[in-house]
């Protein structure tokens, strides 16, 4: 029997972000597994973590031209039965010239598919389930890709009590705080949350996580990005970040998480995630509201606990195999 390849359309860098990278990995970890041959199509620019991601597994990385009828030619090339696109930036055409192609084409989309054609969407965002047709979509959290590194994990339970008479409460006294947007904070905000958190006069101890080192002060410590993100959100008692792919990473772990928005496509799943109580929302910006918002959440553990069960189960951590079930099936349906 030949061997299946698959492929992989994305990109990531400073600018661009690591989140499209990161949910391909977990589905290319998944179909490697089953003996599935896998190949990157992109760039990284600037963001040694994010190609570390793919040398360390040792996914190969081909640069990708941007003509949809040269990208089906290498995909020809490289004898490619599928490929997944996951870019904001590919031309409306891409998909339908790899379908004419006869190759299997899968979207991963925030809500809106941008025009593209697949044969199949796959839309990992809460509720979004009852935004989508039924007919070829994965659709909801149930299709949620997590990574090897994040699926391992087991979070150690949080005895929150707090003593009748006001004193410290059980689960430890200072917080510990995750403070993260990205893998490359494309949108320059780390600096001014972590001050947002200063500027609440609560303790704390606080790891925050920047590609460009700054002076964290206090009780916070900055580091660079880092393969130990998985770990640190397993043992963080608030996690404060941005509403994008690392959220249900956090969920699947029932890590109490306040979130703000640093683009407009992590807009939709942000309200989802605020108004069904699974996350705190602290709005765009870290200013007085975002701060009061904070200062309770770190003063109060009953409430963070409360974040962290309801999230605990929304996302089980299975979604990547469903995911690659329905994209062998199509591979098997085209071929």
């Known amino acids: 029997m030949p061997v299946l390849r698959a492929g992989f359309r994305c990109d990531a860098g400073v ?3 690591v989140g499209h990278l990161v949910r391909c990995v977990a589905l290319a970890e998944e179909l490697r597994a089953r003996g599935v041959e ?3 199509l992109g760039e990284i620019r ?43 930036a590919l031309p409306r055409h891409t998909g339908a010239t790899l379908r004419e192609q006869g190759l299997a084409v899968l979207a991963i989309v925030d809500g809106d598919p941008l025009g593209q054609e697949a044969d199949l ?12 047709p039924p007919r070829d979509w994965l659709a909801g959290a149930r299709y949620v890709l997590l990574r090897d590194s994040v699926r391992t994990l087991a979070r150690a339970p949080r ?25 490359t904070d494309s949108a320059g905000v780390v600096p001014a949350w972590a001050e947002a958190l200063r500027a609440t006069g609560r303790p704390f101890r606080g790891t925050v996580v920047s590609p460009e080192p700054f ?41 109490p998480t306040a979130l703000s928005w640093v683009a407009d496509n992590q807009l939709l799943g942000y309200e989802e995630l605020v108004d069904r109580g699974v996350a705190a929302g602290l709005g765009p910006a870290p200013d007085t509201t ?8 770190l003063s109060d553990p009953t409430a963070r606990a409360a ?14 195999e469903r995911v690659a079930d329905a994209l062998l099936t199509l591979v098997e349906r085209r071929h």
């Open 38 to 40: 896998v190949v990157f």
């Open 46 to 88: 600037g963001s040694a973590w994010a190609a570390a991601q793919l040398s360390r597994r040792g996914l190969p990385l081909v640069p990708a031209p941007a003509e949809p009828s040269r990208l089906a030619g290498l995909a020809r090339e490289l004898r490619l039965a599928a490929v997944v696109l996951d870019s904001y």
């Open 159 to 183: 005895d929150v009590g707090v003593p009748r008479d006001g004193g410290v409460p059980r689960d430890g006294g200072v917080p510990r705080v995750l403070c993260f947007f990205g893998g």
């Open 290 to 297: 975002a701060v009061a918002t904070l200062a309770h959440l």
């Open 215 to 255: 002076e964290g002060g206090g009780s916070i410590t900055v580091i660079r990005p880092t393969d130990r993100l998985p770990r640190l959100m397993a043992g963080a008692d608030l996690v404060v970040t941005a509403a994008g792919s690392s959220v249900w990473e956090l969920l699947h772990l029932g890590v």
């Open 121 to 132: 969407y796959l839309d990992q965002n809460l509720g979004a389930e009852r935004r989508t």
């Open 307 to 320: 974040l962290g069960s309801r999230a605990r189960g929304l996302v089980d951590g299975h979604g990547r």
């Open 15 to 17: 600018r661009a972000g």
